[in-house]
């Protein structure tokens, strides 16, 4: 117990460096994602196979859509192969997932190679953080109502 103190107590001193061995870089950079994948795998397999459901706590309290409603549906719906449905359930994902993606690796390599990553991120988080505001907002609006999550039902003739 004395060690993880020790340990903690080292990481909160001023001007301290975690200074990780690119074997080490490496793992942490490839095995966060797939566990938190197996993690968001093991969800969605509770939100399938049970018959609860997921309530959006902001859309609960205030009845506005927040820029994640949907999502779960949106998941479940692309599981089951229908891509249209799932676009319908939340537009947001399916625009910033490639940008994402792509930052990821490109500083994921950063990182394992030089140890360091790049001076532009802060700026990245902050223009995501704006287009999750912007979205939650349009998608409340009557004028943007078709960016609210939207069930597709099909009359078969």
């Known amino acids: 117990m ?21 074997k080490q870089r490496t793992v942490v950079l490839v095995g966060l994602p797939i566990l938190l994948g197996l993690i968001g795998l093991g969800i969605l397999w509770l939100k399938i196979n049970t018959p609860y459901s997921v309530k959006c706590p902001i859309y609960e309290t205030t009845g506005f859509y927040c820029a994640t409603c949907g999502v779960t549906r949106q ?13 319908r359930y939340n537009i947001l994902t399916f625009t910033i997932i490639l940008p994402t993606v792509i930052i990821y690796i490109k500083e994921s390599i950063k990182f394992i190679k030089f140890n360091e990553f790049s001076n532009y ?8 953080l704006i287009v999750f505001i912007a979205f939650m907002l349009l998608r409340n609006t009557e004028w943007f109502s078709w960016l609210a999550p939207t069930e597709i039902l099909l009359i078969k003739q």
């Open 121 to 128: 991120l802060d700026y990245i988080l902050y223009g995501y």
């Open 75 to 87: 998941a479940v719906a692309l599981l089951n192969g229908d891509i249209y449905q799932a676009f």
């Open 2 to 22: 004395d060690k993880i103190k020790q340990f903690i107590n080292r990481l909160l001193e001023p001007g301290y460096e975690l200074t990780l061995t690119k």
